[in-house]
Structure formats: C-alpha cells, structure tokens
C-alpha cells in the first residue's frame, strides 16, 4: 500500500497527517510525500518525520500544482494499492487495514472511497 500526501504550505499541518499514517494498524505501507515548492518551511516538517521511519520518502518540487504533484507521488509509488491523503486530513489508526481488507475481497471493485468527520480543529 502507497500512501501520498501532496504538500502546498502546509507546515502547520502536516505532521498531523503524517502521525496518523504512523499509527495505522495495517502496516505494510509506504509514505510518498511530496512538497510541491512550499514557501514555508513544509519540507522540514517533511524530512523530519522521515527520519522516525525508513518507510517515508520526501520529493521537494519547483511549485507546479497539485495535479503535477500528485501525478509525481503516483509514479513514485510500490504499492499494490493507492491511498490518498491531504496535509490537513487525519487517518483513522484501521483506515489502511479496512480498505486493503475491502479491496482484497472486492477484485472487482478498482476505485475506493471513504466517509469522513469535518473537524474544525
């Protein structure tokens, strides 16, 4: 399982995302995250937490959108599946493990979504 986050100025917000990948119950995954040329200091945040697992890897971009980003993080990615995740969003600690479990008995199903909580924090 890949899992990217795409990275805009972000600084403030990331670990958060970052913490709640490191605290999935499911635990054969990979973190691609990719800072599309933050003017604040993001990528440090970034490397940071990458150095509290050897399954985390940062790319520093020139700014050149989220598509691009994304579409970077993408080719980047080992996994088997693809999860998406933002810098202000926060995993539920079975997130990776209910998805992989669904789409390991579901072959048919190619695409997956998830509910979510909006929390103004």
């Not at 598509?67 to 999860?83: F, P, Q, T």
Request: net charge negative; glycine share 4%; hydrophobic share 40%.
């Amino acid at each position: 399982m890949s899992v990217v986050i795409t990275v805009y100025n972000e600084e403030t917000l990331v670990e958060r995302a970052i913490r709640s990948i490191l605290s999935q119950t499911y635990e054969d995954w990979e973190l691609i995250l990719v800072d599309d040329g933050s003017e604040d200091d993001t990528f440090s945040v970034m490397q940071k937490m990458a150095l509290l697992d050897r399954r985390i890897r940062c790319i520093q971009l020139e700014h050149v959108g989220r598509r691009e980003a994304l579409n970077r993080a993408i080719l980047e990615s080992r996994g088997k599946y693809i999860a998406l995740c933002d810098a202000d969003d926060y995993s539920l600690p079975r997130r990776l493990e209910l998805q992989v479990a669904f789409l390991e008995s579901n072959p048919d199903v190619g695409v997956l979504g998830t509910a979510y909580i909006r929390n103004d924090v």
